[in-house]
């Protein structure tokens, strides 16, 4: 028997053991969902000495603290006895907070109406800094009561958008989870026709999404994780389970409807759906791996959580849910007769027959319209969202805006200057900055610790214009002479992330691109079926990139999707959605290969192939799509920028995949190469008669149902 089969079998006839081994893995994932929270990375973080990010460490190990908490204290007379009073009363009770350095109450707003109390924080742990807010805050409201009435008071300041914007994303990703599970369920039990068949995915998302989190917080003690890294971590747990969970159970009641006893049918759907499960997993790892070669910590952080969870996703649905359906049983019912396997019969075999008798118009029109789609790709502007990727529904982000506009104080500079000299020697320098066409004020500079000065430009455009990333590159080409000196800011950062993400770019292609066509050709024995499939994930992904740019850069039906409109996309988030969505797509490939390869080796056609595969493998990638979009969907309505674009990048790739490239593109170019599809040069083909993976055979449907799973031909392909 070959070797998934055996896997298959071993887990349905110990399912107790397996199941008792999975149940230790869920308690550790909610043990360790805590600390893992805890030890989520707020920054950017590279393993390359980059300029912007130097500085910030610079200024943050000199001022010594993680962040301020800020009171806007409105609709006062900031120098009234009574006002002045309860701000002095409140201060003073504040200077005693553990873990508050120093209380200040001096700065008033340009019209008169507005005062703020600002309390700087000591350098500590992010749940001790947390903590720290929230004890502030309830001193703050204690002000807002002893204030005159009509008076108001808001809080804001660095330290609590960071708290707020955290415990946002997590709201974001409970309700997504909570929402899509039983969403998800009622579309199995309704493709499933039963709520036990339907159960078994949803049980193994479960599992797996629990099962990686002890994973992720090893990551966090020798790298930083981010909340990207969480999401994403849900988002792909949930879906590729589904998926995965959907396939082995469509195939496991196939092979009950063909007559064999579930004992028999777990080995033949193992054989088969597991094998491909097995080659999805891999090659959703290998995609993914390509991350690791960036220098920007969390993108390394969230290849290594992708490729974690594609093969605890694999690990969980090959054995849990072996053991699930062992413990099910004979309350699995077997699959309704399906079309037939025949050439014409079905819906998605009529339509791959619609397909190849027209095959170069669709494949000439279906490149043209996912070529348009992506057209405004071509005027992307790449941009970090900071303030503009949080809700206006939070309080902390509202005081900012209000900060900037009636104080004159920006909560992220755009562009800033540090250097190991005075502040009267900086500002000298300085001075000649004031007439340039993108500067509109040149602040008086101040010392920021030992021997450091710090002065900041205010700008007349944007934050991350090109105006401002073109005054960074001047400003670091004309710096102050003698003394060591670093640009920071909104829009050195973005140049300086952007340069390190181009310079990594090539690698991290090679080892995804590589990696892609080596599993590939183990599965198919065919140089031309990997180029096709990574040629026409590309197309598809410019299309999502610029679905993507129109929603979220121009704004275009925000209103009816909820989004928010930040003028630009997240590099970050660029970089996820290549390397996931070219993961995704993918795994479907395998799914619809999988099957057509093996109706090749068993002697047929390759248009009769590709009618009879995506006939049986339509529906399930069809459910399996409709799956993935209830996961990504509920992630897209999301209140946060970043999880807003990764759950409507990947629900557009997937809509895009399952059906204009899976059901139109990937027939008719298939129907167009023919026989060349499977060629390779000799001595390849030599290599993979060796080594390759190759497809099972099973006995025929006609089989009595108590002959062994596997005939002994397929055990050698099985096990080489």
């Not at 001047?474 to 102050?480: G, K, L, N, S, V």
């Not at 008719?668 to 030599?686: F, Y």
Request: charged share 20%; with cysteine.
């Amino acid at each position: 028997m070959g070797f998934m089969a055996r896997v298959g079998g071993w887990c349905f006839r110990h399912r107790w053991w397996v199941l008792g081994v999975w149940l230790l893995a869920v308690v550790g994932g909610v043990l360790a969902a805590g600390p893992l929270l805890d030890s989520i990375s707020e920054g950017n973080s590279v393993r390359k000495k980059v300029e912007s990010i130097e500085a910030y460490d610079l200024l943050s190990t000199a001022e010594d603290s993680s962040g301020q908490v800020v009171a806007l204290v409105d609709a006062v007379d900031p120098a009234a006895a009574d006002v002045r009073g309860a701000v002095d009363a409140a201060a003073a009770r504040l200077r005693g907070v553990e873990h508050v350095r120093k209380v200040e109450a001096t700065a008033v707003s340009t019209d008169g109406r507005a005062l703020l109390v600002v309390a700087t924080l000591e350098q500590v742990d992010k749940p001790t800094r947390n903590a720290a807010v929230d004890r502030v805050e309830t001193e703050f409201g204690r002000l807002a009561a002893e204030l005159p009435a009509g008076a108001d008071v808001r809080v804001g300041g660095s330290a609590t958008i960071s708290r707020d914007s955290g415990r946002t994303l997590a709201e974001d990703r409970n309700r997504a989870e909570l929402l899509s599970l039983p969403l998800t369920l009622v579309v199995l039990i309704i493709v499933f026709g039963g709520i036990v068949a339907a159960g078994v995915p949803v049980l193994a998302a479960i599992v797996s999404v629990a099962a990686v989190f002890p994973v992720l917080y090893v990551f966090t003690t020798f790298t930083d994780v981010d909340n990207n890294a969480l999401t994403v971590a849900s988002l792909l747990g949930l879906g590729l389970s589904v998926d995965y969970g959907l396939l082995l159970v469509a195939r496991y009641r196939e092979e009950l409807a063909a007559g064999f006893t579930p004992d028999v049918a777990i080995g033949r759907a193992w054989a088969t759906a597991g094998r491909t499960i097995l080659f999805s997993a891999l090659t959703v790892a290998a995609a993914l791996a390509g991350l690791l070669a960036f220098s920007v910590r969390q993108l390394t952080a969230l290849g290594a959580a992708g490729v974690s969870i594609a093969l605890v996703a694999m690990l969980v649905s090959l054995t849990f849910t072996a053991a699930l359906i062992g413990l099910a049983r004979r309350r699995l019912k077997p699959a309704r007769k399906p079309d037939g396997d025949e050439a014409g019969r079905g819906f998605f075999a009529a339509l791959a027959a619609f397909v190849q008798r027209r095959a170069a118009l669709v494949a000439v029109l279906t490149a043209a319209l996912l070529l348009a789609a992506g057209l405004p790709l071509l005027s992307a502007t790449v941009k970090l969202p900071g303030l503009d990727g949080i809700p206006r529904s939070v309080e902390s982000v509202r005081v900012a805006d209000e900060i900037k506009i009636r104080f004159g104080r920006s909560f992220a500079p755009a562009v800033t200057l540090i250097a190991r000299t005075g502040a009267a020697d900086l500002d000298a320098y300085a001075a000649r900055w004031s007439a340039d066409p993108a500067v509109g004020r040149v602040q008086p500079a101040k010392p920021v610790g030992s021997g450091l000065a710090a002065v900041e430009l205010n700008l007349r455009g944007g934050p991350q214009d090109d105006a401002a990333q073109d005054l960074v590159r001047r400003i670091r080409a004309d710096r102050p002479t003698g003394v060591q000196s670093w640009v920071t800011g909104d829009a050195a950062v973005l140049v300086d992330l952007v340069d390190l993400i181009v310079d990594d770019l090539p690698l991290a292609l090679g080892i995804t691109l590589t990696a892609m066509l080596v599993l590939l050709f183990a599965m198919t024995g065919s140089v031309v079926v990997p180029v096709k499939a990574i040629l026409a994930n590309v197309v598809s992904l410019g299309a999502t990139l610029g679905v993507m740019v129109a929603v979220f850069e121009h704004g275009w039906l925000s209103g009816v999707l909820g989004t928010l409109t930040v003028g630009g996309l997240d590099p970050f988030v660029v970089v996820i959605l290549f390397a996931f969505a070219f993961a995704l797509s993918m795994d479907y490939e395998v799914f619809l290969l999988g099957r057509v390869k093996e109706y090749v080796d068993a002697g047929d056609d390759t248009d009769t192939a590709v009618r009879r595969g995506l006939q049986h493998t339509g529906r399930v990638i069809t459910s399996a799509a409709l799956l993935m979009v209830i996961v990504f969907g509920c992630f897209a309505a999301a209140k946060m920028g970043s999880i807003e674009q990764i759950g409507l990048g990947l629900t557009t790739a997937v809509l895009i995949d399952a059906t204009v490239v899976r059901c139109l593109l990937v027939p008719a170019t298939m129907t167009l190469l023919g026989r060349w599809n499977w060629w390779a040069p000799a001595p390849l083909r030599r290599l993979h008669r060796r080594i390759g993976l190759k497809e099972l055979t099973l006995p025929p449907a006609e089989t009595p149902a108590n002959v062994p799973a596997l005939s002994g031909a397929a055990r050698g392909d099985a096990d080489g």
